[in-house]
């Protein structure tokens, strides 16, 4: 269980808290150490929800061939490389030249 001084230096309230305990002490009362844990601990924090929903792989192929025929022919590295970071397949951009190259050699 956290500590009272460490959830008040969570906040930056330790003088606040300090305070309190010693107006308590002072009138010769206890703290009440569930009313303080509850005003010096962490609230939760509220995040909403969200969903992702990918689209279908077929969407990145017409992507990749509108860019394609638009910009560059399919020969064009560069552009390949950077399309294929846009879909999020960096690995592919590093390692196409290799298999284009092999493939010309290869038939």
């Not at 009272?4 to 330790?14: K, M």
């Not at 305070?19 to 962490?42: C, F, N, S, V």
């Not at 909403?48 to 590295?77: C, F, I, R």
Request: hydrophobic share 45%; proline share 7%.
């Amino acid at each position: 269980m956290v500590g009272l001084l460490e959830l008040a230096g969570l906040h930056g309230a330790q003088a606040v808290l300090a305070g309190q305990l010693d107006a308590m002490l002072e009138t010769g009362e206890l703290p009440d150490l569930k009313a303080l844990r509850d005003r010096y601990a962490p609230r939760e924090a509220q995040c909403p929800d969200v969903e992702v929903q990918m689209p279908p792989v077929a969407v990145y192929h017409e992507l990749l061939e509108k860019v394609a025929s638009v910009n560059a022919p399919a020969h064009d590295g560069g552009r390949l490389a950077l399309m294929l970071n846009e879909v999020r397949l960096p690995t592919i951009g590093r390692l196409w030249p290799e298999f284009a190259e092999r493939s010309d050699k290869e038939a």
